[in-house]
């Protein structure tokens, strides 16, 4: 028997936490659990303003690229295209080709001048045609413009052009100089 007392004296010893203890203890985990919760609501609002900031930073990012791929654009010198040859040979004197020449701005803003050179090639890569070009303009992005001039022959390869079909050559247009509507210039060196 004293073996028995013994065992609930020291089980009461161990478990015999009054109420007050027991309340004080539940007080002590309540203040923690709320300290954790304001913690945690502080982290959420850090977070929230940190994925606002980022959003901020991507449209940020993407307003210089598209920035970036504009002025690069720019500054690129194959950005004027020949989309249409025309020509009627006049053999006068001098002869002579009256030449309807269509190219097409790619450059992301309004060109006012062009200074270059058109060639035109034929299917065996021999260039047939070469026509200095130095205009003032106003082509917004995307459009065509039409270009009429005189071309006197100046060589014997220039009156094969005569009798080659415009959709056996090859058309390009190789600018020395571009301007644009908001002061910029390309100086391109071939």
Request: net charge positive.
């Amino acid at each position: 028997m004293k073996k028995f007392l013994l065992a609930s004296l020291v089980g009461a010893m161990l478990f015999g936490a009054t109420n007050d203890d027991i309340n004080k203890k539940l007080d002590l985990l309540l203040q923690k659990i709320e300290q954790l919760e304001k913690k945690v609501e502080k982290k959420d609002t850090e977070i929230e303003k940190l994925k606002q900031e980022l959003q901020k930073q991507k449209k940020e990012i993407k307003k210089q690229e598209t920035e970036t791929k504009k002025q690069f654009a720019i500054k690129s010198c194959n950005k004027i295209k020949v989309v249409g040859l025309n020509y009627v040979y006049h053999d006068e004197v001098i002869p002579y080709y009256t030449l309807t020449i269509k190219m097409k701005n790619n450059y992301p803003a309004t060109v006012t001048f062009i200074r270059g050179s058109l060639y035109a090639e034929d299917k065996d890569r021999v260039k047939i045609l070469q026509d200095f070009i130095e205009r003032k303009m106003n082509i917004k992005p995307g459009e065509v413009i039409t270009i009429k001039k005189k071309h006197i022959v100046s060589g014997e390869l220039e009156k094969y052009l005569k009798d080659e079909k415009p959709e056996n050559l090859k058309l390009y247009f190789k600018p020395t100089r571009v301007e644009f509507e908001n002061g910029q210039r390309v100086e391109c060196f071939n």
